[in-house]
């Protein structure tokens, strides 16, 4: 199915049992992103919101719940999306089979981006942002956010469509000083291809002109998340990925897209930021409230019947989650092609995605040595750190290619096969004074932090536990130690203090291990607040940990030593302890948890739902 707009796929996925229309009035505030975590969070279907309070306007969520709806909205257009990106990746594939490839040519010429004259859609109308479903989806949120917006912009010095950049980058609508109906905020990392465009306006001492798509195909949504090819367009992705052209104008200088559900269009002016957040973010933490650019709105326009997309984010998994599997299904191998030596990277979505990545790699430099030890390991390790939103990840887990049947997805026997072998004198780098993810607030600023290398090589040194230890019992000063997998305990410490003071609580805990005798079974201690919480499920032990901990500062060491600058210890220590400069968590709020009953009850419209 070739959808020509987003009432096209709602309609579509009614008639095949992929969705469900709420009838009842829901209030936009809490409510929809309440309702929408419960549905997601069982495998349910995607909802469409009939009566938004406050506004005319509809709202569709959980459209990518679920991979096989995802895969059925594309049924007819990921094949051969596929296909292009891998010819992108590997040309010679055309080459050799010059046949089974003939039609990605016709799929790409079809996608190019398709300029309509007329200036703006005969069945769009200009509204306001008030007209908006304004929603709001945590407790402690700055205002009612866009969570789907397709933010368009263009090179300053080479203006037009081919050089343009298709990014989502959430968008502040209501809350803190933005003025409304005027101002909205746009929060986006300087190294995005909207940040290229604005320092290169700022130094030309201009505005830069800035869309907002929101809705349309459902691929539109997918390409502006997409790491494509170098040289890829994110629109002729969207109508590869459509299989139609994307339709656009031009109305008072601004890109129009004739497919969407709705469009803000506005100027960033140089120097000119307000405060944006905070936000229920993806790290499952608010994002706080910092200074970002400021819009001034131009104009809003919404077409007849227009529905507006939203999701939620918050502590994984979530629907984005689902996006991440889909972005995986279309780019398969890409990052092999762009890191030679690579075999897997996988930034692991239970950890929030960038602070955590596990990745397999070659290791071909030192084939004759006595001793492996890590050599191409790190090389490759530095590209991906170095490579596009792999750059934000604070740890990397790299083991080499030695078992044909390890995988970076397996995240206990990877960790497992890491963690056998890792030589702790020798294995562990750190990169610090660096940058991590904007969100992630583990580090020592906005943006700033550190990073870690484990890599593993060659055959095991150590046997690992898989019952507590007896060195980690009942230990002087700390709480119960609990197993969280093989050759990793938590151990529950006091409430962390400061910085200043961390160094006395390590002491104490080495000093209480140490009393009872050595630990080469457990490499992996995890200081933590509760370890009952920490040691219940493995994905409560990769979000605490690597959201909480900041390398530099939260990494220590029994027997901690350093050697020309380089160190080492027996087992490591990750304080993964609640620090008091970190973000707050996200919690339902129970007065909305009550009230969103309503719709689960027999007779509501999700009555006959199964809920988890």
């Known amino acids: 199915m070739r959808y020509r707009n987003l009432e096209q796929c709602i309609l579509d996925l009614e008639k095949h049992g992929h969705l469900v229309r709420i009838h009842e009035e829901v209030d936009p505030d809490l409510e929809m992103a309440a309702i929408h975590m419960k549905v997601y969070a069982s495998g349910g279907p995607a909802l469409l919101f009939e009566k938004v309070k406050g506004s005319k306007f509809r709202a569709v969520s959980n459209l990518f719940g679920t991979m096989e709806r995802s895969k059925f909205i594309f049924r007819d257009t990921l094949e051969s999306a596929q296909s292009v990106i891998a010819l992108r990746n590997d040309p010679v594939k055309a080459l050799k089979n010059p046949f089974k490839y003939i039609g990605t040519g016709l799929a790409a010429r079809k996608a190019l981006p398709l300029k309509k004259n007329g200036g703006l859609p005969s069945d769009f109308q200009e509204i306001q942002i008030s007209d908006l479903p304004l929603i709001k989806h945590w407790k402690e949120d700055g205002g009612a956010f866009v969570t789907l917006p397709q933010v368009y912009s263009e090179d300053p010095e080479k203006p037009g469509i081919m050089n343009s950049n298709l990014g989502m980058y959430r968008v502040q609508l209501t809350g803190n000083e933005y003025e409304l109906n005027k101002e909205v905020g746009i929060h986006y990392q300087i190294h995005r291809g909207i940040g290229v465009h604005q320092d290169k306006a700022n130094r030309l001492g201009q505005p830069l002109k800035v869309s907002c798509f929101i809705g349309g195909p459902p691929a539109h949504t997918i390409s502006a998340i997409m790491p494509l090819p170098e040289g890829m367009s994110e629109l002729t992705f ?4 459509s299989g139609r052209h994307f339709r656009y104008s031009y109305v008072d200088g601004f890109c129009i897209s004739h497919d969407a559900d709705f469009v803000i269009t506005g100027e960033i002016h140089p120097g000119e930021t307000k405060p944006e957040g905070p936000f229920g973010d993806h790290l499952g933490y608010y994002s706080l409230i910092h ?11 919404a077409r007849q019947n227009a529905v507006f997309p939203f999701t939620v984010v918050g502590r994984p998994p979530q629907e984005d989650t689902s996006f991440g599997e889909l972005i995986h299904e279309l780019t398969g191998g890409a990052i092999k092609q762009e890191i030679p030596g690579v075999k897997e990277v996988h930034a692991v979505d239970a950890a929030g995605v960038h602070p955590l990545l596990f990745a397999i790699g070659s290791e071909r430099y030192t084939p004759y040595q006595e001793v492996k030890r890590p050599a191409e390991l790190l090389t490759i390790s530095n590209r991906i750190l170095g490579t596009g939103q792999l750059s934000l990840a604070k740890y990397l887990f790299i083991a080499a290619e030695e078992k044909r049947t390890l995988s970076t997805h397996h995240i206990e026997d990877f960790l497992t096969y890491i963690l056998e072998r890792i030589d702790l004198h020798r294995d562990i780098h750190f990169q610090t004074n660096t940058t991590i993810d904007t969100l992630d607030y583990s580090g020592t600023g906005l943006n700033t932090g550190s ?7 060659g055959d095991k040194i150590r046997e690992l536990c898989k019952e507590v230890p007896d060195a980690l019992k009942d230990l002087r000063g700390f709480g119960p130690a609990c197993m969280v997998m093989p050759g990793i305990a938590a151990v529950q410490g006091p409430a962390f203090r400061s910085y200043a003071e961390v160094e006395e609580d390590i002491n104490a805990l080495t000093a209480a291990i140490l009393e009872k005798g050595k630990l080469p079974s457990c490499p992996m201690i995890l200081l933590c607040d509760d370890s009952g919480f920490m040691s219940e499920t493995i994905n409560n032990f990769l979000w605490a940990t690597f959201t909480r901990s900041n390398p530099s500062h939260d990494i220590h060491g029994i027997n ?5 600058k380089h160190w080492g210890c027996d087992n490591i220590i990750i304080d993964a ?16 948890e009550t009230n969103i009953q309503r719709l689960f009850s027999k007779g509501g419209s999700l009555g006959n739902v199964p809920i988890r």
């Open 577 to 592: 302890r609640t620090k008091p400069h970190q973000a707050p968590p996200l919690l339902p709020d129970p007065t909305v």
């Open 451 to 457: 990073k870690v290398v484990f890599a593993a090589v």
């Open 560 to 564: 901690g030593y350093y050697e020309n």
């Open 291 to 301: 200074p970002f650019p400021v819009m001034r709105v131009h104009k809003v326009y």
């Open 238 to 241: 969207a109508g590869l990925l």
